[in-house]
């Protein structure tokens, strides 16, 4: 049984985004609202991939979730920091998006879709790992959003920014499979790099 995407985007926009408002100033709560549109553009640019939307749509919003455990308002930000919440924010994001599917309102999905759901969210952020389409278009989806300048303020000074661009560039850009990303991650990169120079970094 399908569910109307809209009314799953409700559910879990009332059920996640009041925890990411609180972590790294609003930036997560932003950046997952991000994360979901580009993902939808990329699912409408390639039907060719077959992709579960409604799984990739859940994991999109709950990628980041387990930050909201880790980082508080008003905390400085570098890339050494969030580098090293990796590991515990993917952990701790399973675990969060494992016990919301367990209500009743996910009853429309399998249990093979609620497995994916959780493995997504579980290994999102492992650049080296991550192999199959839908964790590289999930990936895609949130590499663009980081990227973007354009919703929200950057959290990372120039020289993290810097590191954060070099990674960027090194492990993730090459990975992205689809011709739409790709295309957009060089508009976003140009654009990113613009904004840097502007605040004189």
Not at 80 to 103: F, T, Y
Not at 135 to 157: C, G, T
Request: glycine share 2%.
């Amino acid at each position: 049984m399908n569910l109307d995407l809209s009314n799953l985007e409700t559910y879990l926009e009332e059920k996640i985004l009041p925890d990411l408002e609180k972590s790294r100033g609003g930036f997560d709560k932003i950046h997952t609202q991000e994360v979901v549109v580009w993902l939808k553009q990329i699912i409408v640019h390639n039907p060719e991939l077959k992709l579960d939307e409604e799984v990739l749509i859940i994991a999109a919003y709950a990628h980041d979730w387990g930050y909201s455990d880790i980082f508080k308002e008003g905390q400085v930000m570098n890339f050494e920091i969030i580098e090293k919440a990796k590991k515990s924010h993917m952990e701790l994001g399973a675990k969060k998006i494992e016990e919301l599917l367990c209500d009743d309102f996910f009853s429309f999905l399998t249990d093979v879709q609620k497995s994916r759901c959780i493995h997504l969210v579980a290994v999102h952020d492992k650049k080296f790992e991550i192999k199959d389409i839908d964790e590289l278009v999930l990936m895609e989806a949130d590499m663009l959003s980081a990227l973007d300048v354009n919703s929200s303020k950057p959290v990372l000074d120039a020289k993290s920014n810097k590191k954060f661009m070099e990674a960027m560039l090194a492990t993730r850009v090459p990975k992205f499979i689809t011709s739409f990303s790709k295309n957009e991650a060089k508009k976003l990169i140009q654009k990113r790099e613009n904004y840097f120079l502007s605040i004189g970094n």
